[in-house]
């Protein structure tokens, strides 16, 4: 983060709050990261740690009752006359033009279903050629051609015909490379992937994730990959951040993370991946006790009722913040610091 | 964890873990009911029904008069607007009547005269009746206080005929909330045996239990009621008509359901705990009765409970024009019958009221059947 | 699919027969006939008639045939195209029936355009403003709706009409244009007296239509590729009727198949109420007055328009989702 070189998109304590009629959800809840030009950035963590909102509120999503209500997204946008803007995307109308056109042609989500993802009774090529023609100034024939080209770049054989077929014709992995075929169409310099290979199975993951780094490295795109697989992390990513209950508790270089991480979580994580090389017939280490409901948040550290390090009287009462530990890795605990978050 | 966690927090956790195993031992119905009483609406709807259901069961307490008795001279007397109170506190009467010759037409003329006030009260003594043909009793839910008093009680007014509208309405409850009630009833077990027969078995007895299905939805309705209703003896006595009636209107009713059972044993057939109870070496019938069957159950209730007030509102109309429920049965149809003339309704507006009950009842039926299908649904929540 | 439909239209008159047999057994079914109903009936009015004459009329008619024998002549001339002679009336059905039929059909079709264009759009905007005033109000006239008998709201339009505005709502010509030939004046005053009874008709509908949709929206509301409509950048309404709706229709197309049949019966109901030109009353009185070759006619009339009906839906259905399309049913 203190590069140089303008981060691509950078977010700052980012507050997406859900008002329920039980109460509200703080689903993130103070969230600061950036993501450069071309950089593969992973964002990791269990099932309700905020991960998904996140990528939706960058992408202006949210659904109601979810609001931000806090802090900045900063994309940094090449204007027609080729000079860097800075627009807060938190700022804009979620429904306006400006930010409908930077949705989709700037920005554009790989979405979690292939599955489920496309319209069962429009044609796939209809809803690719749609999405070209929300963005780009061509005509329809123009839009087909420029949807075929898509089709042979993700590499579906016979595009021609595919573009007129429905997506519940195509195979499950030929879904997902036209989702995401459908997402690179108007060449966007942020992919967001929410999990894309968590529904499908493992050969086609791996064919998918070789499919991504290639489109990623041909068009120097940067990639924010959301997933819990920590494994994926590890093949894809060069730069993680890890998230549990809306708050980031560590991030940096895939490999100072993998191989030095800090948080007592991520440390924990990592301890309960199996491996090839673990030990034969010993107990696979796991996190004790259960992710909190999200309205019986813990006071204090949101980790420390699970975690082993805990210091009671001060992980119990304050919250950490999150401040750089050593070069490029940031951590929020008090095992290194003694900072606790602004109110 | 729990080492050392101060009293109050054991206490808590020792009352949450016995809240959640009553709800883990409570059975599906006290589930179902549970979740039932939350929706307010449908708990006000059934309070409704089952004041309904009470009439049905003793019309004659709820009634003021003879329902047959005709006096011409009575016809047409409006209703009369129930007070409260009065000068002295709660005391509950009605404006008298008062009734002028009118010298053209020669016939009684009646109005309301608010100066003059007949006091009623609850719980009177009335025109003989017995419950449910077992005993006999005279007490009655309202009256006039007076019961050798000159001055009458027409609640909802009277007819053509002279005849009082509230006790005639008591009678017609009974007789459309049962017609609707027993049809439905009828329409379950034929739909819940045929389609089960169909879906179970399949081959042979489905591809005919089928077909019938949709030869008999190919029917229209309400021409093909009406045909039948008019193929019935004229000289038929009130209570074979009502049988017939209602076997008619099950005889078509029963498709939809039968249609939604075999669909529902059909897919049930397929499912792995239907292979599971097979495997233990459940007999076919247990299968069926204990393991399938449930299944489904809450569901057919829930649509049985909702093809009622449709049943109702075929009878009615049926009834209305003539070839339903016959004179001198009475039905919500029936009286309406008295309805038919524009000009009739324009003087005598109260006759519409049997409408506005079976409008209702309808509504109470369609909010508790529609509560009962979300409080029974499994993947409601 | 087209498979399908050509099999529904080739069962379709052996459909016909069958139930021209059930019609025809029905309106026979009970004692007596046309002939004792009208002696029942000049009795009452205080004349009579001869045994002799009865019997020579019931001769006449074909009456003291067996019953087979009459139906026989009854399906000769309708594959002539006759349908069949009115004992009451004295004359051919096909003309008692030929402009009530057309009618019949406008009055149902009328209704059910009504349905749709009212149901679909409200069902729409409750589930996108779900809990919003529209909505609870719209959820409370669905209820009322669905409660009150067709005839009950004719009968109290009618009463409020009458009573409070003075106009008379029954029939749907003016006393002018009643027995005119067919021109665009007529159109126009049979355009101005069909929403009332088009609506009356309607409602039960309209009500359960809006309240399917708004279900049905609502589910799709919350799919997958309705997330991904909006990260392509759709503006929220394009994408809500693109999608999401596109989808929440289909279900309701199949809704068409029990519709059109129950418009065309529940017609009989109010064209009773309101004094309408409607096969449907006419009916009414074949079946009271014995009428036995008119009111056959007319009950398979009304069983050739539900089939038809029926399969009109599958077609649409067919039409709209490509799924069923392509699979087969």
């Given amino acids: ?278 030990t034969p017939r010993v107990e696979l280490p796991t996190i004790s006790g259960s992710i909190p409901h999200p309205f019986n948040k813990p006071k204090g550290c949101p980790f420390h009722p699970r975690c082993v390090k805990s210091m009671p009287g001060k992980c119990d009462v304050r919250t950490p913040a999150l401040l750089p530990v050593g070069e490029k890795q940031w951590v929020s605990c008090f095992l290194y610091h003694d900072v606790e978050v602004a109110a | 964890m729990a080492a050392n966690l101060p009293v109050e927090e054991t206490l808590v956790s020792h009352l949450v873990s016995k809240a959640e195993e009553r709800v883990s031992v409570a059975s599906n119905w006290q589930l179902v009911w549970w979740r039932f009483r939350k929706n307010r609406l449908a708990i006000i709807s059934l309070i409704v029904l089952v004041f309904f259901y009470a009439i049905v069961l003793v019309p004659d307490f709820f009634s003021t008069q003879d329902p047959e008795a005709t006096e011409s001279a009575l016809a047409f007397i409006p209703m009369q607007g129930i007070s409260f109170f009065d000068s002295s506190g709660f005391n509950l009467s009605v404006p008298a009547v008062v009734g002028k010759r009118n010298p053209v037409t020669l016939r009684m003329e009646w109005k309301i005269d608010e100066t003059k006030k007949v006091p009623i009260r609850l719980f009177v003594q009335g025109y003989k009746y017995k419950v449910l043909g077992l005993f006999e009793t005279d007490l009655h839910l309202i009256g006039p206080t007076d019961p050798k008093s000159a001055d009458w009680l027409y609640l909802f007014g009277t007819d053509r005929l002279g005849r009082d509208q509230w006790s005639r309405m008591m009678f017609g409850t009974r007789t459309s909330m049962t017609v609707g009630l027993v049809a439905v009833a009828l329409s379950v077990i034929f739909g819940v045996l045929l389609g089960g027969i169909s879906g179970y078995f399949g081959g042979w007895p489905d591809m005919i239990i089928q077909r019938l299905i949709e030869l008999l939805q190919s029917l229209p309705t309400i021409p093909i009621w009406l045909a039948m209703s008019a193929a019935l003896p004229q000289g038929w006595r009130p209570d074979q008509v009502f049988f017939a009636i209602t076997i008619i209107l099950s005889l078509i009713g029963w498709t939809t359901l039968g249609r939604e059972v075999r669909g529902r044993f059909l897919s049930l057939r397929e499912e792995d705990f239907v292979l599971a109870a097979d495997l233990a070496g459940c007999s076919r019938f247990r299968i069926i009765t204990r393991h399938m069957v449930p299944a489904f159950m809450s569901h057919i209730i829930a649509t049985s409970t909702l093809a009622i007030p449709v049943m109702i509102i075929n009878e009615t109309s049926l009834s209305y024009l003539g070839l339903g429920i016959r004179p001198p049965a009475i039905s919500w149809g029936v009286l309406l019958q008295e309805a038919q003339n524009i000009q009739t309704v324009a003087q005598a507006p109260w006759l519409l009221l049997p409408g506005v009950v079976v409008i209702l009842s309808v509504l109470a039926f369609n909010l508790v059947g529609d509560g009962l299908r979300d409080a029974a649904d499994p993947y409601g929540h | 699919m087209l498979r399908f439909i050509v099999q529904r239209l080739l069962i379709l008159p052996i459909l016909l027969v069958l139930f021209s047999i059930i019609v025809f057994w029905l309106v026979q079914a009970p004692p007596g006939d046309f002939l004792t109903s009208y002696v029942a009936n000049l009795a009452s009015g205080g004349s009579s008639i001869q045994e002799e004459q009865v019997e020579a009329l019931r001769h006449q008619f074909g009456l003291d045939q067996p019953m087979y024998i009459r139906y026989l002549y009854w399906m000769r001339g309708l594959l002539k195209g006759d349908l069949g002679y009115s004992l009451e009336y004295q004359r051919p059905n096909s003309e008692l029936i030929g402009e009530r039929l057309v009618l019949t059909v406008l009055l149902a079709l009328f209704a059910f355009a009504i349905t749709w264009i009212v149901a679909v759009p409200a069902g729409i905007y409750s589930a996108t403003h779900q809990n919003s005033l529209l909505d609870y109000a719209f959820a409370l006239l669905n209820y009322i709706g669905v409660a009150t008998p067709n005839f009950m709201l004719a009968l109290i339009l009618m009463w409020i009409a009458f009573a ?45 239509l809006m309240r399917v949709m708004r279900a049905n929206l609502l589910d799709e509301l919350n799919k997958p590729y309705v997330v991904t409509a909006r990260a392509k950048g759709m503006s929220e309404w394009a994408l809500v009727l693109k999608y999401p709706v596109r989808l929440a229709i289909n279900p309701l197309v199949s809704t068409i198949g029990w519709m059109l049949p129950q418009l065309f019966s529940g017609s009989l109901i109010v064209a009773t109420v309101m004094n309408l030109p409607n096969i449907g009353p006419l009916l009414l009185r074949a079946l009271t007055q014995r009428d036995m070759y008119l009111s056959g006619s007319i009950l398979l009339i009304y069983c050739f328009l539900t089939i038809i009906g029926t399969l009109v839906s599958d077609i649409l259905l067919a039409l709209v989702d490509p799924r069923i399309r392509m699979e087969g049913v």
């Avoid at chain 1, 989500?109 to 999405?131: K, W």
């Avoid at chain 1, 329809?140 to 949807?147: C, N, S």
């Avoid at chain 1, 499908?200 to 064919?207: E, G, I």
């Fill in chain 1, 1 to 278: 983060m203190n590069t140089p070189i303008q981060p691509l998109l950078s977010v700052r304590d980012l507050k997406t709050y859900f008002m329920m009629d039980e109460g509200v959800v703080k689903a993130v809840d103070g969230v600061t990261f950036d993501v450069n030009s071309g950089q593969v950035f992973g964002i990791v963590g269990e099932s309700g740690c905020g991960k998904s909102v996140t990528m939706k509120a960058v992408l202006r999503i949210v659904e109601p009752p979810g609001k931000i209500v806090h802090g900045e997204i900063l994309l940094n946008c090449k204007t027609k006359d080729g000079d860097c803007q800075v627009i807060d995307l938190a700022k804009l109308d979620a429904n306006g033009k400006e930010m409908r056109s930077i949705r989709g042609a700037e920005i554009a989500l790989i979405p979690q279903e292939p599955m489920s993802s496309f319209s069962p009774v429009h044609t796939v090529g209809d809803q690719i050629i749609e999405a070209i023609m929300l963005h780009q100034p061509v005509d329809k024939r123009g839009a087909r051609q420029i949807a075929l080209q898509m089709l042979k770049d993700v590499g579906i054989p016979m595009p021609e015909q595919r573009l007129d077929e429905y997506s519940w014709q195509l195979s499950g992995g030929l879904r997902q490379r036209a989702i995401i075929a459908m997402a690179l169409s108007c060449n966007p310099r942020l992919l967001i992937a929410d999990e894309p290979t968590t529904a499908v199975d493992v050969t086609t993951q791996a064919q998918v994730l070789r499919l991504l780094r290639n489109l990623q490295q041909q068009r120097n795109a940067a990639i924010i990959f959301i997933t819990h697989d920590l494994g994926v992390i590890a093949q894809m990513a060069s730069y993680v951040m890890v998230m549990y209950l809306g708050l980031v508790v560590e991030q940096g270089p895939v490999d100072d993370i993998f191989h030095a991480s800090k948080h007592p979580y991520t440390q924990a994580l990592l301890r309960s991946i199996p491996s090839v090389n673990s």
């Fill in chain 3, 164 to 208: 409070y505005l003075g106009i008379n709502i029954t029939g749907l010509f003016s006393p002018a244009y009643e027995q005119a030939p067919w021109s665009l004046g007529r159109l126009i005053d049979l355009l101005k007296h069909i929403w009332v009874p088009g609506i009356v008709l309607g409602i039960a509908g309209t009500a359960r």
